[in-house]
């Protein structure tokens, strides 16, 4: 990236950063913080928000390296480019902020509004970064995902999803509301997983001709391990006792992502689902 370019990124990165702390601002009435919060020591150090800033830094430098990286096989040309990826990352932040309902015991209302905060800057930062960024980049051949490719991604990505997931909740890998919140977990691990396929669906160009463990690598590792992780990582960044949990769900749905790409993908399952163009 050129230097011009790099400012580009830089001012953008900023600029929704702001917006985020600006909705985050006006939706404190709905805010999740816990009433007696065991915060960490950057935390205890720096202050609530200081810490949250640089975690939005964080979180969103990290989309915007993910969109560099991504927008030559993003589907698309220009602004459509940043629609695609900002609607996936904003669907995958909403999604994983609704879990805090049956981790916390937090209202689905707050969650969501306060959801929406990181969620609406993050969508139009992929806006902002396609008008300045993709429309350098190469694109490789465009080519439409079939009726049937899109269901089976989604049905794929739900079903490994909700499965992985729910071992990791009855063996105690990660914590979870299965006990005291059952069929909310339940709800909310589906939707979960069909947002991470919806993602895809976005993302996903037929025309790449990565190999199989390229393209699975770039969108489970590079899109959603990144960006899940940064996301996540508000926690132990903020308060105590949350490190381990964050890193053990974190390189766990790495893996089931991975595993949800291969059999959604994979060349041997297609011919057997459906017919492609």
């Known amino acids: 990236m050129k230097k011009r370019g790099l400012l580009k990124t830089v001012a953008i990165i900023l600029i929704c950063v702001l917006i985020d702390i600006a909705l985050h601002s006006i939706t404190s009435a709905y805010s999740t913080m816990p009433e007696n919060p065991n915060y960490s020591k950057l935390a205890a150090l720096f202050g609530t928000e200081i810490t949250a800033t640089l975690w939005a830094l964080l979180a969103f430098s990290g989309a915007a390296c993910v969109f560099y990286r991504l927008q030559s096989s993003i589907p698309g040309v220009g602004i ?75 049905c794929v990505f739900t079903g490994v999803f909700f499965i992985g997931r729910y071992v990791a909740y009855f063996t105690g890998v990660i914590q979870s509301g299965h006990q005291t919140s059952p069929f909310y977990i339940f709800l909310w691990t589906l939707l979960m997983g069909t947002c991470i396929g919806v993602a895809c669906i976005l993302l996903e160009n037929p025309g790449n001709a990565l190999f199989l463990k390229r393209r699975a690598a770039k969108f489970s590792i590079l899109f959603f391990g ?34 949800g790409y291969y059999l959604a993908f994979s060349p041997r399952m297609a011919p057997i689902v459906f017919k492609s163009h």
């Open 80 to 154: 459509e480019k940043g629609l695609r990826y900002g609607t996936a990352i904003s669907l995958l932040w909403l999604f994983a902020m609704l879990e805090g309902v049956a981790l916390f015991g937090n209202a689905i209302i707050n969650e969501f509004i306060v959801g929406l905060s990181d969620a609406i800057p993050v969508f139009l930062m992929g806006i902002l970064l396609s008008l300045s960024i993709a429309k350098k980049g190469k694109n490789s051949e465009l080519k439409q995902l079939t009726l049937g490719q899109k269901i089976l991604a989604v």
């Open 226 to 259: 990144v960006n899940w992780a940064t996301f996540l990582f508000f926690m132990p960044l903020l308060f105590s006792g949350f490190i381990i949990d964050v890193l053990s769900r974190i390189i766990l749905d790495i893996l089931i992502v991975t595993i």
